[in-house]
């Protein structure tokens, strides 16, 4: 059984930092790409960033604007997601995903997703 479950999620004020987690097991970790995706109240899940298989090449959302890294550490079946000058406008549920793979930006080629972790940035 595939399972994604995502962690470090909270309450942070505006300027601050959050470091999410994703923990998969039940697939070939090393193998997948990765992406963080998120949805906020009202809106539609959008990009956030994604991770190659062997974490040498990333893609990033344009919002991002340097402020998030993504890394992973495949002796632990985790990938990571370093948010740094976080804003009110990035409050939203952030969710994992994992497909085999190159990396991708659309949340369609991606298989399988974690339930996610509240975010919010309070003002």
């Known amino acids: 059984q595939v399972q994604l479950v995502e962690s470090g999620g909270g309450l942070v004020q505006a300027g601050g930092s959050l470091r999410l987690s994703c923990a998969v097991s039940?697939?070939?970790?090393?193998?997948?790409?990765m992406g963080w995706f998120r949805q906020a109240p009202g809106k539609e899940r959008e990009f956030v960033a994604a991770?190659?298989?062997?974490?040498?090449?990333?893609l990033f959302a344009e919002f991002v604007k340097g402020r998030f890294t993504i890394s992973r550490d495949n002796a632990k079946n985790t990938v990571y997601l370093q948010m740094n000058r976080l804003e009110p406008e990035d409050t939203a549920v952030y969710c994992c995903?994992?497909?085999?793979?190159?990396?991708?930006?659309?949340?369609?080629?991606?298989?399988?997703w974690g339930q996610g972790t509240q975010v919010t940035v309070s003002s």
């Open positions: 995903a994992a497909k085999y793979g190159m990396a991708s930006s659309g949340s369609s080629d991606y298989d399988f």
């Open positions: 039940g697939r070939r970790f090393s193998t997948d790409a």
């Open positions: 991770i190659s298989s062997r974490g040498d090449s990333a």
